[in-house]
């Protein structure tokens, strides 16, 4: 069954730094494009970044770029967001998303049931 | 802000038809990017509805359908039902931003 499942979220003071994982399983993660997706509290969902198979090249949101890096480790079939320079307004659930093909800009098919950051003092 | 526009909320009563507007523009829809759709139940993780413009993933109903013209794409649903009510979202890419970008969301109530 291809399955992801987020950990390391939880509570942050303004100006900290959180790193949130995302374990896959279930299909040959090197091959995918994955991604981060967050929603705010009672708001619409938002794309953070996005990083290919390989992990050379990655993307971001102009609300994070500078502060989130995404990376992936593909030997442990895992994926990361290190959150640095915490802002109130990045307190939302982040899930892991994976692009359904493999290759293009293609719709995300699998999502993992999200982990919630709160940033506040 | 989201650069995809989508009525905020929609309803029907059980077994009619609604639609859900996604309207983009020039550098995204209008670009030629496909449009995906996604349904949200309370409490959940996003569903993937419809991807490609028009395509359904397995084990999706008949009943929702997607299509795309111009700047703009649509999600429709026939014959409604009572579990359809829940929030949905378009996502497309956009080449000013260089990035995926989901519209602002609409809730589907059931009356």
């Known amino acids: 069954e291809v399955q992801l499942l987020e950990s390391g979220g939880g509570l942050a003071q303004p100006g900290g730094s959180l790193r949130l994982s995302c374990a896959a399983s279930?299909?040959?993660?090197?091959?995918?494009?994955m991604s981060w997706v967050r929603q705010a509290p009672g708001k619409g969902l938002e794309w953070v970044s996005a990083?290919?198979?390989?992990?050379?090249?990655?993307y971001y949101a102009d609300s994070v770029k500078g502060r989130l890096t995404i990376s992936r480790d593909n030997s442990k079939n895992t994926l990361y967001l290190q959150m640095n320079s915490l802002r109130a307004e990045d307190t939302a659930v982040y899930y892991c998303?994976?692009?359904?093909?493999?290759?293009?800009?293609?719709?995300?098919?699998?999502w993992g049931q999200g982990t919630m950051v709160t940033v506040s003092s | 802000q989201s650069v995809l526009t989508q009525p905020p909320s929609v309803s029907g009563a059980p077994g009619q038809r609604v639609t859900i507007s996604c309207t983009g523009s020039?550098?995204?829809?209008?670009?030629?990017?496909?449009v995906h759709w996604y349904q949200q139940l309370p409490g959940t993780a996003p569903k993937l509805l419809i991807y490609?413009?028009?395509n359904r993933p397995s084990g999706v109903p008949d009943r929702f359908s997607g299509s795309k013209s111009g700047t703009s794409a649509s999600l429709a649903i026939t014959g409604l039902q009572a579990e359809d009510e829940a929030d949905y979202y378009c996502?497309?890419?956009?080449?000013?931003?260089?990035?995926?970008?989901f519209g602002t969301g609409t809730k589907v109530t059931v009356l």
């Open positions: 998303a994976k692009v359904r093909a493999a290759a293009g800009l293609d719709a995300f098919d699998i």
């Open positions: 279930g299909f040959t993660f090197s091959s995918y494009v």
């Open positions: 990083i290919t198979g390989s992990g050379g090249s990655t």
């Open positions: 020039s550098s995204n829809i209008g670009a030629g990017y496909d």
């Open positions: 490609g413009n028009s």
């Open positions: 996502l497309s890419y956009d080449s000013s931003l260089s990035g995926y970008v």
